[in-house]
C-alpha cells in the first residue's frame, strides 16, 4: 500500500509540475510589453538609438569612448567595423539580448526575418526593427542599423545606423539618421 501512494504522490507531482510547466510555456508577454516608466520595450529602443544620433568616431577609425563601448558590446576590439555592435548595444540597454554578434549576417536568422526585398507576403517593418543592406562585393549583408520609419506610401524609410557617414557608406564615422530607399533594404528582422 505504501508502494502505492508513493507512486501516486510523484504522479500527482509530476502533473503539477507539468501544468506548471505548459502555463509558463503558454503565457508570453505582448511584443511590446511594457517596461521601466511605462514605456514599451520598442519606445525604450528608440529613445535609446534616436539619442546617440551625433555620436562620431574619434580619429575615423573605428575608435572613440562610445564607438568602443559599443564594439565590447558585441566581444569586439577597437578598430572593427561597429553598425551590427551598435544594434548589439542598444537592445543590451533595454536587457534586450537579441544577438550577441557584430558580424552582421547574423542579425537575420529565418525565425525573426520578417522582410526580405522583392518576396511577396512580407510583414511591414516598424520602429526598432533591424534592416540589413546586402553588398555584392561581399556576397552578403554588410551593413544594419534600426528602422526608423516604415510609412506604406513612400519609396523610402528613415532608419538609425551607426558606422555611416552621410552618403550611407558602411565604413563611415558616426551614429545618423537617414533617408534610405527601400529598394536598398535587402531584409528586415524584428526581436521585440
Known sequence: MGKIKTGLRLIC????????????????????????????????VVNIYTAEIGVRELTGHNDGTRVIEYLKSANLN???PWCAAFVCWTYKQVKLHAVISGYSPNWFPKSNTIYTNG?????????????????????????????DNWSPTNSY???????????????????????????????????I
Open 13 to 44: 507531482l509530476y502533473a503539477l509540475l507539468l501544468s506548471v510547466t505548459i502555463v509558463h510555456a503558454t503565457i508570453t508577454p505582448p511584443d511590446r510589453q511594457t517596461v521601466e516608466h511605462g514605456l514599451s520595450v520598442q519606445q525604450s
Open 157 to 191: 524609410c528613415i532608419t538609425v545606423e551607426g558606422n555611416t557617414n552621410n552618403a550611407g557608406s558602411r565604413e563611415g564615422d558616426g551614429v545618423y539618421k537617414k533617408r534610405r530607399l527601400k529598394s536598398q533594404i535587402y531584409k528586415v528582422s524584428r526581436w
Open 119 to 147: 518576396l511577396a507576403n512580407n510583414r511591414t517593418p516598424d520602429r526598432a526593427d533591424v534592416f540589413g543592406i546586402w553588398f555584392s562585393s561581399k556576397n552578403r549583408i554588410a551593413h544594419v542599423g534600426f528602422i
Open 78 to 80: 577597437k578598430g572593427n
